[in-house]
């Protein structure tokens, strides 16, 4: 069973800084990892997909990095702003195609 | 090209009532799956359908039950509302058979039960 989870819970850094969100997967045969953004009460965006084959995909100041072998995947948030605060879930397709979520990192850039 | 819709935008119902959710897919998508988001949590698989027929489902009673019509949108109905149906329920739609398969998410229902 796919299990999915993301470290750390809530994080809160100075503008300017960058950071990095971790995700973390139990069973490694996935064709692909999505990193998502959901502000308070609302839908999610999706911020980048990762297929199998890719170590990591890039989009401005976000880069995520997969590593299937270890179950592992990182999302990398350079120069942080106070637009960037939100919630951020990692998620993957588990053996059956159905996309499991983790509980997301509750992320607060201070101004 | 038309995103994810849905509707209503906020809804409040008692313990034992219906409710009914709707969800109109992106334009040339054939797949919608309905997500439970209680708060705090991460969003929870409740099914898909593809080509109106159910294409998988999570760890939900029967008494959550879907539909997809002809040209793509879809309905959520829950029998017997239960204080913990409260939630953020969320529909992503895809085209499946394609090269992509990226999820596209509507903002979400927030559905309370009193």
């Known amino acids: 069973k796919q299990e999915v989870t993301q470290i750390p819970a809530a994080l809160s850094v100075p503008e300017g800084e960058n950071l990095v969100l971790n995700c973390s997967f139990t069973?490694?045969?996935?064709?692909?990892l999505q990193w998502f953004r959901q502000d308070p009460g609302k839908g999610l965006t999706s911020l980048l997909l990762?297929?199998?084959?890719?170590r990591e995909q890039t989009s401005g100041r976000l880069n995520a990095s997969l590593d299937k072998s270890s179950g592992r995947s990182t999302l990398y948030i350079a120069a942080s702003q106070p637009g960037d605060s939100a919630t951020y879930l990692c998620?993957?397709?588990?053996?059956?195609?159905?996309?499991?979520f983790g509980k997301g990192t509750r992320l607060h850039i201070l101004p | 090209e038309t995103g994810v819709t849905q509707s209503p935008t906020h809804l409040i119902k008692t313990r034992g009532q219906q409710v009914t959710l709707r969800c109109s897919s992106q334009?040339?998508?054939?797949?919608v799956s309905w997500y439970q988001q209680a708060l705090g949590q991460g969003p929870q698989f409740i099914f898909q359908?593809?080509?109106?027929?159910?294409?998988g489902r999570g760890n939900f009673p029967p008494r959550f039950s879907g539909l997809q019509f002809p040209n793509y949108s879809s309905e959520l109905n829950v029998n017997a509302l239960e204080l913990d149906d409260s939630a953020l329920y969320l529909c992503?739609?895809?085209?499946?058979?394609?090269?992509?398969?990226?999820?596209?998410f509507g903002p979400g229902t927030r559905l309370t039960v009193l």
């Open positions: 992503a739609s895809s085209f499946s058979g394609g090269a992509e398969d990226t999820q596209y």
């Open positions: 998620a993957v397709p588990n053996r059956d195609d159905k996309i499991i």
């Open positions: 359908y593809y080509r109106e027929e159910e294409n």
């Open positions: 069973d490694s045969a996935i064709y692909n």
């Open positions: 334009s040339g998508h054939n797949t």
């Open positions: 990762i297929q199998s084959s890719q």
